[in-house]
């Protein structure tokens, strides 16, 4: 099979089931039956996230046909000239190792700018239907050529196994010169291939180790991620495939003074027949200058003006650096140029590079001449490599195995193409520095190789004192028909077994550089290291990784042997631009633990770029510790509040201040940013195990079937709520969906459901408004097939939510709540690692709003029946303006009369002629606050026109001491006789009935004698 994903992602993905492992079971003859199940050759393109080390693309197994994509520039004849370079590695070709250090890729086949047969849907790519031929680029151009080439073994004989495949792929492959971790085993060769199957000209080299050493140091990966298949009997949960041949060497996981050897066997040849030797690539020459780009008119391939980029004569530049460097350049096998500039200029991919052999044919120029294909004239370039798109950093590999003087018989020219300055006039071009290192071949004095029966027995003894990580070399047979290059691979794992002690894993280049290196050249790298944890009482262990250059940055990973990631700086919010920090919660799990860097950006002034990583482990952290506090106008102490206090004062300012731990190796683990939320309405939380899903897939399409998940009901959703839902979980992959609770279970389908949360992140999170009352059914699906519990989230909370502010210390004016009530106070924090903090502060009172206090005085008899009321008012919220309104009553304040509102000022003059002389009156002063602040976001809330439009509109009374007032003189009470024929009554005074407040006014207004005769209805119909 010939397969091509198209995807990105960690190297640790090669120890997922679903993602490698499986494949490894598939194409391993006799791993379901033992005596029927043949195996399957599969290929998979490596990927094109190169030029950086550990990049390839998953499926990632040993077993895996790995293919990487070398160049074949032929389709370049028209623009250059016949006979165009090919056999460079393409440099989007993503790079090995695997994550444990197993080599990848295995071979390199044409995948950049060559033909190919176009698709059944090549119309995604813009190509014209019904085109049998185009022009592809990429390593999933150069995977069906491999996958091809193994159809055509098969068919020349076929009963040869999948490893008979591979191995023969690998053995006759030609190499480019390059290390292993790029090349693999080299460039496929059809004819050779098919010559050995057919002829058995040739040889084979091969050992069954290698997979069988990955399959130990996979075994916990093997056994929790093949768990999801244990209801299929022929899936071996215990054990991965081991008995299967590759023509790669990894020696497994080492340690210090680890003696390792395996066995080196194939076909047509014998021990004694070869010279042995282990070698691998090592820095020789290094040689720096600067360039400036710019451009200039092309005229030879069309007459007319062709704006092409600036180039340098390599030879001459070098050699004016360094003399002699040119010359030792062209002596080697195998050189790095790297070119970058600076990061704000060159960081969105505007530079390119391409390197070419130039022969100036042309008496009438000096300049590189493109083709011209009418005439003929202009072939005077030869294109050997590109690189591009990768930031201000680009990285271009030259190889060949006879020297890179067969590359250049002519002048050695780089031509730079810098989108920046791509128009005219051209003034001034950007400096790039350049760096060329060439690397020579050395023997690896780690390695004996013995005879052993007629095969190679390859030994590995690691130093007492070794560098930790991956390593990476060739082991070479040689005689005078066959010059043999076999990769191979190991990582030296660290020990870490004292708690709250710093241990440095990688500083800077190490003893020797070599291209696969602790220093990073490229702005794709990513390393793996492996740290055996023996300390029990560790809880935490804590990975660091820091650099010293402005502009660069990095992130860590902790994984464990099952892949899964269990810490990522990626995660934190950083206050630190030289430093990166994960923190894992180990709970004292003893074992391996993978940490992996990755690099994000590159400075670019040395390359390679030194990093340090170290690990630290403890058995707690001192964790940041989270104080609430407030303050007011009127109290400006600060008070701290805790769950079921209270915060009351004008302008409540709410203060959440962290105060960090302190931790050894641990200088980015703090706070950097945080968020505070006052809020008041409902908040769910429900746990609940995890359901077997024994077919989680299938609630994709159709249907849902509600078996496959555990259930929560959240009641009392109401049309608007902004319904916010976050479900955390054990294990590697769970997904939420929601209905309403009234659909029923037939019409449920993941189409229909009301969130997004199937997405693979952790936790999984999602928001909605709610379009209608209801209750909410949550399905919780444990995808991966982990166990555990789930934690499910349903936030409808509403109030004040302002953005997230830097730094440890968030203050927040609860004025704007608006209202006085009881709230729940939530802190959302992040450190400067990929922990975060969240803390909720319930049932705290919180008041801003105060309503006036009004004092009245005694009425002033100003004579003339005209009373002066006066008062004044005190208001603890100190933007509030008082109006007043003013109410009368004559019946000791059971009842009150309007006679003024919207007064500001604090007097009012009363005329009391024409009401009933009483000595009862009371006096209500009514004050309100109103705040005409012009609020940012809110605008001035306040509307004087119509009381009820008052904001906040709180109000207080005062009332005045009873006083006397009037000129009416009240009606004289009236009095009745009853009598009868048998029984004379005494006569009764019937006492004056009480004056209706509202009639008080008439007197004012109608004449005395009117009221009377009015009074004297009342009481005759009464």
Not at 780 to 801: K, M, S
Request: with cysteine.
């Amino acid at each position: 099979t010939s397969n091509s994903w198209g995807w990105v992602a960690p190297q640790y993905y090669d120890l997922a089931g679903q993602y490698s492992l499986i494949y490894a079971a598939v194409a391993t003859p006799g791993f379901f039956n033992a005596s029927s199940y043949p195996g399957m050759v599969i290929c998979f393109s490596a990927g094109n996230a190169g030029t950086g080390y550990g990049t390839t693309t998953p499926p990632r197994a040993p077993q895996i046909i790995g293919v990487g994509a070398s160049t074949s520039y032929h389709t370049f004849n028209d623009a250059y000239g016949p006979a165009q370079g090919f056999d460079q590695i393409a440099s989007f070709s993503s790079r090995g190792p695997l994550t444990l250090g197993y080599p990848k890729p295995d071979v390199l086949a044409p995948g950049a700018n060559n033909y190919g047969l176009v698709p059944t849907y090549g119309g995604i790519w813009g190509i014209t239907a019904g085109t049998p031929y185009a022009v592809y680029g990429g390593t999933s151009m150069a995977c069906p050529l491999a996958a091809g080439l193994a159809a055509l073994m098969l068919d020349a004989d076929d009963t040869l196994a999948p490893d008979e495949v591979k191995t023969i792929m690998q053995s006759t492959a030609d190499d480019t010169g390059m290390d292993g971790l790029s090349q693999g085993n080299g460039v496929i060769n059809a004819w050779a291939a098919i010559d050995f199957v057919i002829n058995n000209e040739g040889a084979t080299f091969y050992s069954y180790d290698s997979v069988a050493n990955w399959g130990a140091a996979t075994t916990e990966a093997w056994q929790y991620d093949m768990n999801p298949y244990t209801n299929q009997a022929f899936i071996n949960t215990t054990t991965p495939p081991g008995n299967f041949a590759d023509g790669n060497l990894f020696f497994g996981l080492v340690d210090a003074n680890d003696a390792v050897s395996m066995i080196v066997e194939g076909e047509n040849w014998a021990y004694g027949d070869m010279i042995w030797n282990a070698q691998q690539y090592v820095a020789d020459q290094t040689t720096k200058f600067t360039y400036v780009t710019s451009i200039w008119n092309e005229t030879t391939s069309t007459g007319s003006p062709r704006t092409m980029g600036g180039y340098m004569r390599l030879d001459t530049r070098m050699d004016a650096a360094s003399s002699g460097s040119w010359a030792n350049f062209e002596g080697s096998d195998y050189a790095t140029i790297s070119i970058t500039g600076d990061q704000a200029t060159f960081g969105d991919d505007s530079m390119w590079a391409f390197v070419f052999d130039w022969i100036d044919n042309d008496p009438n120029n000096s300049e590189p001449d493109y083709y011209n294909t009418t005439n003929g004239t202009g072939d005077e370039l030869t294109r050997w490599q590109y690189a591009g798109g990768t930031g201000n950093v680009l990285k271009i590999d030259l190889a060949h195995p006879n020297g890179l003087d067969s590359l250049f018989p002519n002048f050695p020219i780089i031509m730079v193409h810098d989108d920046n300055i791509w128009s005219w006039p051209f003034t001034t071009g950007n400096t790039l520095e350049v760096t060329v290192q060439t690397w020579t071949l050395a023997t690896d004095g780690d390695f004996a190789i013995t005879n052993s029966a007629g095969n190679a027995n390859v030994t590995l003894t690691v130093p007492a004192s070794p560098e930790y990580g991956i390593h990476q070399g060739f082991i070479t047979a040689n005689n005078v028909s066959m010059d043999v290059k076999i990769p191979y691979s190991y990582s030296v794992f660290a020990t870490y077994d004292t708690a709250g002690t710093v241990l440095e894993i990688a500083e800077g280049i190490g003893a020797v550089q070599t291209p696969y290196e602790n220093g990073v050249g490229t702005t794709v790298d990513h390393i793996s290291f492996v740290v055996d944890l023996t300390n029990a009482t560790v809880n935490f262990l804590a990975a660091r990784i820091n650099w010293t250059l402005a502009g660069t940055s990095m992130d860590v990973a902790i994984v464990d042997m099952t892949g899964f990631e269990l810490a990522n700086s990626g995660d934190a919010v950083k206050s630190t631009t030289d430093s990166s920090l994960a923190i894992a919660n180990v709970s004292g799990t003893t074992g391996m633990y993978i940490i992996y860097a990755s690099v994000n950006a590159l400075n670019g002034g040395t390359i390679p770029e030194d990093f340090t990583l170290t690990v630290v482990g403890l058995a707690a952290i001192d964790e940041p510790t989270l104080e609430l506090s407030w303050t007011s106008r009127d109290s400006p102490s600060s008070t701290v509040v805790t769950a079921g206090g209270s915060a009351v004062g004008d302008h409540v300012l709410l203060t959440a201040n962290w105060t960090d731990g302190v931790n050894t190796g641990m200088p980015e683990f703090g706070i950097t940013t945080l968020e505070m939320k006052v809020l008041y309405g409902t908040l769910f939380y429900e746990t609940g195990p995890h359901v077997s899903a024994t077919n989680p897939g299938g609630v994709f399409s159709g249907i849902i079937d509600p078996a496959q998940f555990a259930w929560e009901i959240i009641p009392g959703i109401l049309e608007g709520d902004d319904v916010r839902i976050s479900c955390d979980f054990d294990g590697a992959d769970v997904d939420v969906m929601a209905w309403w609770d009234d659909l029923p279970m037939g019409d449920r389908t993941y189409a229909n459901n009301l969130v997004d949360m199937a997405t693979g992140d952790h936790p999984e999170t999602d928001s909605f408004t709610a379009t209608r009352d209801g209750d909410l059914a949550f399905g919780i699906l444990d995808y991966a097939g982990d166990g555990g519990n789930y934690y499910l989230t349903v936030d409808t909370r509403l109030g004040l939510e302002p953005a997230r502010v830097t730094g440890s210390e968030f203050t927040m004016d609860t004025y704007y709540l608006l209202a006085n009530q009881t709230y729940s106070v939530l802190v959302d924090s992040d450190t400067g690692t990929n922990l975060r903090y969240t803390e909720e502060i319930p049932n705290i009172f919180i008041g801003n709003f105060f309503a006036p206090v009004v004092t009245v005085e005694v009425p002033i008899d100003e004579g003339s029946n005209v009373f002066n009321f006066t008062w004044s008012a005190t208001d603890l919220n100190a933007d509030d303006v008082n109006y007043y309104s003013v109410w009368l009553s004559n019946d000791v304040g059971v009842s009150f009369q309007l006679l003024t509102t919207n007064l500001t000022g604090t007097t009012y003059l009363w005329d009391s002629s024409g009401y009933l002389e009483r000595d009862d009156y009371i006096v209500k002063i009514r004050g309100f606050s109103i705040d005409f602040t012009n609020h940012t976001g809110y605008g001035i809330l306040a509307d004087v026109s119509d009381e009820s439009l008052y904001w906040p509109g709180d109000f207080g009374d005062g009332l005045s001491p009873e006083f006397s007032a009037g000129d009416v003189p009240p009606p004289d009470p009236i009095t009745t006789t009853t009598s009868t024929p048998t029984t004379t009554e005494p006569t009764t005074p019937v006492p004056p009935t009480e004056i209706d407040p509202l009639l008080i006014g008439l007197l004012g207004g109608i004449g005395i004698g009117v009221v009377v005769l009015l009074i004297l209805f009342l009481i005759r119909n009464k």
